[in-house]
């Protein structure tokens, strides 16, 4: 069974930092595709990031670009999203989920962690 954990939420003041965690199982993690997502109160679901482990290709929203990257460690069917400089407006839950390849819309991925609270305060 496909499963996602995810780690490293938490309350932070603007301009800190977190590494979130997602953990996974139950696939061929080399041949998957790992988005970040965040969905803030009142707001929809957005990308942050994506990777792909396959070639190790990465996207960011700009929101984030220059602030969060994101990086996979294959030998720990692990992804990390390392934040930055955060910001107010980045609080959010955040969730990874799993496809084949990035550029799907959040609603097309097959498989969702948890998700985990990301709170900046000013």
């Known amino acids: 069974e496909v499963r996602l954990v995810e780690s490293g939420g938490g309350l932070v003041q603007a301009g800190g930092s977190l590494r979130l965690s997602c953990e996974a199982s139950?696939?061929?993690?080399?041949?998957?595709?790992i988005g970040w997502f965040r969905q803030a109160p009142g707001k929809g679901r957005e990308e942050v990031s994506c990777?792909?482990?396959?070639?190790?290709?990465?996207s960011y929203a700009d929101s984030v670009k220059g602030r969060f990257t994101v990086y996979s460690d294959i030998a720990k069917n692990t992804v990390y999203l390392e934040m930055n400089n955060l910001k107010v407006d980045d609080t959010a839950v955040y969730y990874c989920?799993?496809?084949?390849?990035?550029?799907?819309?959040?609603?097309?991925?097959?498989?969702w962690g948890q998700g985990t609270q990301v709170t900046v305060s000013s």
């Open positions: 990777i792909e482990t396959t070639d190790d290709v990465t």
């Open positions: 989920a799993v496809e084949t390849e990035c550029g799907f819309d959040w609603y097309e991925y097959d498989y």
């Open positions: 139950g696939l061929n993690f080399a041949d998957h595709a």
